[in-house]
């Protein structure tokens, strides 16, 4: 099982970033988490650059969530909404609308922030916005609060009650694949 994780911030040192390293070695053995770094690369949307011929840093990201068998996005919270580079490249990901390899995905939303709330208003809207892709949004939650409190040194968190809500989120998310794959068994 591949699981793909979305770091939704930019910055070397991302709390986002470090949610989804310590995530990695919550989930089952036979899951490898793929950490994609190419947000930045994503150009700004345009119609008249989609198609065929899209930015190759759009083909990468289409082509890795195609092939993942479920994703994890770790999202920051800006003015109270999601970044708008992540904005910007779930806009990519949400054409050609009927075939859009977020479709029937499942998908987790996380996030870090350093406010008192963890960027709950971002994952709402991400969920959202997943949601009109016709990716299937999990029903599972992690807001961490304070983030610049929450990791040792080595990127750890520090927190048990949140390594917990990050075990459920893995769990769930495995959980999600394997449903999705006994539907399709039922059907073919
Ligand atoms: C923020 N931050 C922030 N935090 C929050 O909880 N609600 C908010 O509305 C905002 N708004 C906001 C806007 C901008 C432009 C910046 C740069 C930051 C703080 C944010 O939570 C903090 O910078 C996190 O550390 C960002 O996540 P990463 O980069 O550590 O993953």
């Known amino acids: 099982m591949r699981v793909l994780a979305i770091p939704g911030s930019l910055r070397n040192d991302s709390y986002n970033a470090k949610l989804l390293y310590n995530s990695a070695e919550l989930f089952q053995e036979d899951v490898v988490l793929d950490l994609w770094g190419g947000l930045k690369d994503v150009p700004p949307y ?10 190759a840093a759009v083909a990468e990201l289409r082509d890795v969530i195609a092939r993942a068998d479920a ?3 770790a999202t920051p919270e800006y003015n109270s909404s999601i970044p708008g580079q ?11 609308i009927a075939t ?6 499942p998908v987790a939303v996380i996030g870090a922030s350093t406010s008192a709330f963890g960027g709950v208003w971002a994952q709402a809207e991400l969920r959202k916005v997943l949601a009109s892709l016709g990716a299937r949004v999990l029903e599972v939650e992690l807001a961490v609060p304070h983030a610049h ?15 917990e809500q ?9 959980l999600a694949v394997a449903e999705r794959v006994a539907r399709l068994e039922v059907t073919a």
């Open 46 to 55: 345009d119609e008249d650059d989609d198609g065929v011929n899209a930015p």
């Open 149 to 163: 409190e929450r990791f040792d040194e080595r990127g750890r968190l520090t927190d048990g009650d949140f390594v």
């Open 166 to 174: 990050l075990t459920a989120v893995a769990d769930s998310i495995v």
């Open 100 to 105: 859009n390899p977020m479709r029937n995905k």
């Open 71 to 73: 994703v994890l996005i």
């Open 86 to 96: 992540l904005k910007n490249a779930l806009d990519w990901v949400s054409r050609p």
